[in-house]
């Protein structure tokens, strides 16, 4: 099997200007927030309860890496379920509610390019979607950490990088773990990673984790 594709740099680097421009309306930046962590969530339950092992052929169970990936899985879904509480905590401390409907024009676009029907390649680029989006969330809130003029904020989000660039790196070494489309896994990584950069660079600004703004190539 091919070794892990090394942790590429987004090849969409973004601005410290984004953060005020995503920190204009806080409350609105916290339901953002809020809907993607109940998203991330139920991305990898999901995940566990189509693909409980990372092949779906007979015996699968017994193959080297399953018990590695359900309850890797199931500590991902357990981490974005806590940053989900916490985000709520900050937004409903703040006045805020949370909105019943959520449009993220950055997740649906990588998402359309998912191969589905094909189980092997539909769940390795799930993973690589998922290591994206994790990815682009870990740079976000490095930025907000840094550069966010409310310290609560800034705390909050300093303390969540390290979880987002675990994530980032769990996704990554669960593909691995896929043998059926190991000869193509770094090619395709390569490939959404000039898709994520496409669509970022598209994207208009507002108050969202995922917004567009200032940034470019890396």
Excluded: C
């Excluded at 916290?30 to 015996?59: C, F, M, Q």
């Excluded at 401390?93 to 189980?119: I, M, Q, T």
């Excluded at 090619?187 to 950069?197: I, N, P, S, T």
């Amino acid at each position: 099997m091919d070794a892990a594709p090394p942790i590429s740099p987004l090849r969409w680097q973004t601005s410290a200007d984004w953060v005020p421009l995503a920190t204009q309306d806080p409350l609105a930046l916290l339901n953002d927030h809020a809907h993607l962590e109940r998203k991330a969530t139920t991305n990898a339950l999901e995940l566990i309860s189509r693909w409980p092992y990372p092949v779906e052929v007979a015996g699968s169970l017994a193959r080297p890496g399953a018990d590695r990936w359900t309850r890797r899985l199931a500590a991902i879904a357990r981490d974005e379920a806590r940053h989900l509480t916490q985000v709520l905590g900050l937004l409903m401390g703040r006045g805020g509610h949370f909105e019943r409907s959520h449009l993220n024009p950055y997740a649906a676009a990588l998402r359309d390019a998912v191969r589905r029907g094909d189980s092997h390649r539909e769940l390795l680029d799930r993973l690589l979607v998922s290591a994206l989006i994790e990815a682009r969330s870990g740079e976000r809130f490095r930025l907000l950490a840094e550069g966010a003029g409310d310290p609560e904020l800034a705390r909050f989000y300093a303390s969540l990088v390290a979880s987002e660039e675990g994530h980032f790196r769990v996704f990554l070494e669960l593909a691995r773990l896929i043998p059926e489309v190991a000869a193509g896994l770094h090619e395709r990584w390569a490939w959404f990673l000039e898709r994520e950069a496409a669509i970022m660079a598209a994207l208009p600004p507002g108050p969202g984790i995922h917004s567009g703004g200032p940034g470019g190539s890396a």
